[in-house]
């Protein structure tokens, strides 16, 4: 695939580079053992997402992963027989997004499985800032009152992926509403970003 650009540079922050990522887990709690079973990631600089050199790896999470989880993401536990431990993918992903800012849809979600999982890494890795799309998403259309990937990506008449709920087609979607969402939102600074977008925003209704 080649890299697309969908919005006008002006618009865009162009000299901050962002890692979109996104992780598929065995389940919803990290702090009650759950673990990262599938991480992707891919560049987004100056309006431009650099498909041609996304990151995307399955992980061993040396659990079973639930039922439920499976139903969603379509990975199983035999898939995973095999794959790289967190320890080995997590530092490989980290350095994908060296130098970057992390973006992801319920960042808040995907944060704090990198935050459980580096602990196995014995604390050495350091998480970059992230940022939130849904949050972005409650900043632009504060009118509205449900923002999770589905809804946010037909508002903004983009096409879902076949493979929707895998890493990677779901970082490129991502990917898409970011841009989308910065031209929506007129935003044309990193500090209008953040305003926006961090985790920390409180947004109001």
């Known amino acids: 695939m080649r890299p697309t650009l969908y919005i006008p540079q002006a618009m865009f922050p162009s000299d901050t580079t962002f890692t979109v990522f996104d992780t598929e887990t065995t389940g919803l709690n990290p702090k009650g053992g759950d673990r990262i079973v599938e991480i992707a990631g891919v ?30 993401n379509k990975i199983s536990n035999e ?3 095999g ?29 704090g499985f990198l935050e459980a999982e ?12 992230c940022l939130c799309t849904m949050k972005l998403s409650r900043s632009i259309f504060s009118a509205e009152y449900r923002h999770n990937l ?18 990677l087609p779901d970082v490129l979607l991502t990917a898409q509403v ?3 969402l910065i031209e929506t939102g007129k935003i ?11 985790l920390q925003t409180a947004v109001w209704r």
């Open 43 to 72: 560049k987004v600089e100056g309006g431009i997402i650099d498909n041609e050199h996304a990151f995307t790896s399955l992980v061993n999470p040396e659990c079973k992963i639930s039922k439920e989880a499976s139903r969603i």
């Open 79 to 81: 898939d995973l027989v």
């Open 83 to 111: 794959a790289p431990s967190i320890t080995e993918v997590l530092p490989q992903f980290l350095d994908f997004a060296k130098g970057s800012i992390l973006i992801a849809h319920n960042a808040e979600f995907d944060r």
């Open 118 to 129: 580096k602990e196995a890494c014995w604390g050495y890795v350091e998480i970059p800032e």
């Open 150 to 167: 589905d809804v946010v990506s037909k508002r903004l008449n983009l096409s879902m992926p076949e493979a929707r709920h895998r890493a």
């Open 178 to 180: 970011l841009l989308k």
């Open 188 to 198: 044309s600074s990193l500090d209008k970003l953040r305003e926006c977008a961090s």
